[in-house]
């Protein structure tokens, strides 16, 4: 079972491939998931990979 911030980075790559903007991801995301989403940032920063093409939602090892 994936944690809260995986299923929000799976939502914002199914929002892009709506055809979504990034302000309009945001503002979904914090509709749903209230104090618990994902900052503006992280949620423009998965919107650009996910639209650079990348398929993983797994976070970076760091």
Request: aromatic letters at 12%.
């Amino acid at each position: 079972m994936c944690d809260e911030k995986h299923e929000q980075r799976i939502n914002v790559k199914f929002l892009v491939k709506l055809k979504k903007t990034p302000t309009e991801c945001y503002k979904l995301l914090k509709e749903a998931y209230g104090e618990n989403s994902l900052s503006r940032a992280r949620v423009f920063e998965w919107y650009k990979r996910f639209s650079e093409g990348r398929e993983s939602t797994e976070d970076d090892q760091r």
